[in-house]
């Protein structure tokens, strides 16, 4: 998926190079239409189970860093029940550091 993405030139958007821009930023409606093509190309690659546990997530450095969690453990079901109670999934829409 890095592949993928770097080779569309939206590595940025996942390894947070690129933040969220205000809503009255000129450029939030770009921003807003690469992410939401970043999530879209995301997603596709994965499980059912696992979209339905990441549906609510909005911004695509957010989608990456649970799918790390949650991919990053032997079992995906009890990881899945994990990530939707954790912390982090709750401060999705955080902004960037």
Known sequence: MKRNLLSKNKLRFIDGNICKPGNNDPIFETWERCNIMVLSWITRTLTPQIVESIVCIYIAKSLWKVLKE????????????????????????????
Not at 74 to 97: E, T
């Open 70 to 97: 949650i991919l990053s453990k032997g079992d995906h079901f009890l990881d899945l029940r994990f990530a939707s109670r954790s912390s982090f999934y709750q401060s999705r829409r955080k902004k960037c550091n």
